[in-house]
């Protein structure tokens, strides 16, 4: 089964930071749309932010100002920057691609905020 390829996952203090990579095992990643998810100990997943194929970028309002998604074409990845993190960014986080009916997820990278 095909999936994403998540890492830079870990623990950090809050106001800290980290980069989180998703790679796709194929060429040709960037025409698909790409999207970040979260979910926390308990909660619902939640959409965190999408970049379009063109680079355009959307974001939920908690992470706005903080969070920046981006994408290296050459090497079939995309990133989500994480700055001044707060307890409540403590989650797994999961990276998703689509491409017309064809979509597939990450398996996950644990983000945890803590002092």
């Known amino acids: 089964q095909v999936q994403l390829v998540e890492s830079g996952g870990g623990l950090v203090q809050p106001g800290g930071s980290l980069r989180l990579s998703c790679t796709a095992p194929?060429?040709?990643?960037?025409?698909?749309?790409v999207e970040w998810y979260r979910q926390a100990p308990g909660n619902q997943r939640e959409w965190v932010g999408t970049?379009?194929?063109?680079?355009?970028?959307t974001y939920y309002w908690s992470v706005k100002g903080r969070f920046t998604i981006s994408r290296d074409n050459a090497k079939n990845t995309v990133y989500l920057q994480m700055n001044t993190l707060r307890a409540e960014d403590t989650a797994v986080y999961y990276c998703?691609?689509?491409?017309?009916?064809?979509?597939?997820w990450g398996e996950g990278t644990r983000v945890t905020v803590s002092s």
């Open positions: 194929w060429t040709n990643f960037s025409s698909y749309i």
């Open positions: 970049i379009s194929t063109a680079g355009g970028t």
């Open positions: 998703y691609a689509f491409r017309g009916s064809f979509y597939v």
